[in-house]
Nanobody, 121 residues
């Protein structure tokens, strides 16, 4: 099993920036894909960004150019750097691992974190 713990959420003004972190523990060797999803109450969860084990990245059109996904394998940590935040970015953000395809079109994953709230106003 893999355990994922997110942090870094909070309240930020429109146009501001946040960096989300996700620390992975457990059976982390060989995980081919990690990424971020987000969900607003009463809305379907949507993919935000994914990163494959070779470093290839993919983003939802709504965040392309504003968000950057990265990982520090030595620290088993996944990051999501967000900038130029908009009110529509307000959501619970979830870290996930092992999903196909490894991009924002994925709808489910094998492992999930508990989420971290981002509020933009």
């Amino acid at each position: 099993d893999v355990q994922l713990v997110e942090s870094g959420g909070g309240s930020v003004q429109v146009g501001g920036s946040l960096r989300l972190s996700c620390v992975a523990s457990g059976d982390t060797i060989g995980r081919y894909c990690m990424g971020w999803f987000r969900q607003i109450p009463d809305r379907e969860r949507e993919g935000v960004a994914g990163i494959e084990s070779d470093g290839s990245t993919s983003y939802a059109d709504s965040v392309k150019g504003r968000f950057t996904i990265s990982q520090d394998s030595a620290k088993s940590t996944l990051y999501l750097q967000s900038s130029s935040l908009k009110p529509e970015d307000t959501a619970m953000y979830y870290c996930a691992t092992d999903f196909k395809p490894c991009d924002a079109t994925a709808s489910d994953a094998d492992y999930w974190g508990q989420g971290t709230q981002v509020t933009v106003s």
